[in-house]
């Protein structure tokens, strides 16, 4: 019997299934298998068990793909409500409606602002956070006072002086509105933005959706009120730095490459951050910009003005070799903002490349002017690390980064203590001839023979 030719009933029980065993991200793939598999997997997913979706893996399509999902689910929710937590929905809802009201709109643009406040929302807060305040699952951590707690784009549920103007500005953003966005920062004064995040979140907000414009905008206006600043509020200053550095991974995360570039300029031109950046932020940046695995992004962090000494920890390195990309491993040596040759505990950055086996990644750290005879405190070298590389196929790669060493120049070792595999004592044999041995060693089939007639007359003089 097909599939489709089941019951309804029946039918829907199969897609739940589905659904639970390979979760919303990957039953939603599912979708185009046919109209009827579309209908019923969007109502399992949407309507029937939404209180999680969970991602099976953190690579960023299946994490753009639970957002999606999240945003359908939570715009479904305003045009038809069940049985959820209502404050976000009214918030969302509100905001849309005073922005429509402001410019004029009607119920289908109302609709796009609505869906374009969800999507937003739905970055900034996390699919897994959006979840939970619709379901309550935390009620208690997310309500204090009258406001829904959360880690961005905070949400009041009551009136608060400059709240309610940064919640229209985030509507307005939605909007497209960039006269609304101006008009709502000009009721922004020098005092009371000296003692209150109303720029962080829009700011933030207009990354997510890449509004790369509504983003020069809200600096431009965060930086001339920053320049008045009177004089009593001198110590809030380092404030509005952080609020731009706040927007930094979030550009990052969002793949926003231009957007990044304009708050580097921002932090280089009007020299906000050398003071308000902490060093564990710099790096946390760093490791997402690499793991973006786009150079360009790297590059964009390092241009980050802050104060320390070396802008690269063994930490970032380390993560940025496993990563095997030469061009970001060039990028973070580059421009003396890494010694090459700089021990980090055991190990020098030649030791670190060479332990991923990546021929590349070791390749761009000598070409940036590591010593290749380099030695850790506990005397390893290059070359001894490379005879241990343990990633498959690890003969191979072991063979390889020894022969890309020893074309560097690296130092043999002892005769005795050449590896006793005939791959590598050739390489060691070739290379020892090369370089004019006087006595040329034996090769490996006769070095064995000569080791196991050792072994024979010992054994016989022992009897």
């Known amino acids: 019997m097909l599939l489709l030719d089941f019951p309804p009933e029946i039918f829907q029980n199969i897609i739940h299934e589905l659904v639970a065993e390979t979760g919303a991200c990957g039953a939603w ?44 689910h939570l715009v479904d929710l305003i045009h038809n409500p069940r049985n959820h937590d209502t404050r976000l929905l009214s918030i969302i809802t509100d905001l849309a409606q005073y922005v429509c009201g402001e410019l004029g709109l009607d119920d289908i643009e109302q609709g796009e602002i609505i869906e374009s406040l969800c999507k937003g929302a739905v970055k900034h807060l996390d699919s897994n956070i959006v979840l939970e305040h619709l379901w309550s699952v935390r009620p208690n951590e997310n309500v204090s006072d009258g406001h829904l707690k959360t880690p961005s784009l905070e949400l009041s549920i009551r009136e608060y002086k400059n709240g309610k103007v940064q919640e229209r500005m985030v509507a307005a953003i939605a909007a497209d509105a960039y006269g609304l966005v101006i008009a709502l920062m000009s009721t922004f004064t020098p005092e009371s933005t000296a003692t209150s995040s109303v720029f962080g979140e829009p700011l933030q907000f207009a990354i997510s959706i890449g509004n790369h414009e509504m983003v020069e905008i809200i600096i431009e206006k965060f930086l001339s009120l920053r320049s008045v600043i009177p004089r009593k509020y001198i110590n809030f200053i380092g ?28 932090f280089k031109i009007h020299k906000i951050v050398a003071s308000t950046i902490r060093r564990t932020d710099f790096d946390k940046w760093l490791l997402r910009a690499i793991r973006t695995r786009t150079v360009d992004f790297v590059r964009a962090v390092l241009d980050i003005p802050i104060n320390s000494g070396a802008k690269v920890s063994l930490s970032v390195f380390i993560t940025a070799c496993n990563q095997g990309i030469p061009d970001i491993v060039t990028a973070l040596i580059g421009d003396r903002l890494m010694d090459p040759n700089k021990e980090f505990m055991d190990a020098t950055p030649l030791i670190v490349a060479t332990r991923t086996g990546n021929l590349d990644v070791v390749k761009a750290v000598l070409d940036a002017g590591a010593y290749v005879n380099g030695v850790s405190k506990s005397s390893d070298t290059a070359l001894e690390q490379a005879l241990m590389i343990r990633k498959a196929p690890s003969m191979e ?67």
Request: with cysteine; glycine share 4%.
């Open 29 to 72: 793939k599912l979708r185009s298998v046919s109209k009827v598999f579309d209908a019923e997997i969007r109502y399992d997913v949407l309507v029937k068990q939404p209180q999680s979706i969970p991602c099976r893996d953190n690579s960023h399509d299946c994490i753009r793909l639970q957002q999606h999902i999240t945003t359908l």
């Open 239 to 266: 404030y509005f730095g952080s609020q731009i550095a706040c927007a930094v991974p979030c550009a990052i995360a969002e793949r926003r490459l231009a957007i990044l570039h304009t708050l580097v300029e921002a």
């Open 397 to 463: 790669k072991r063979e390889a980064a020894v022969r890309l060493l020893l074309s560097y120049g690296a130092t043999l070792p002892p005769f005795p203590k050449w590896p006793i595999t005939p791959g590598l004592w050739d390489i060691f044999r070739e290379t020892n001839i090369a370089r004019g041995a006087m006595l040329p060693p034996p090769t490996f089939k006769l070095h064995r023979t000569n080791v196991q007639r050792r072994i024979r007359k010992m054994k016989n003089g022992v009897s």
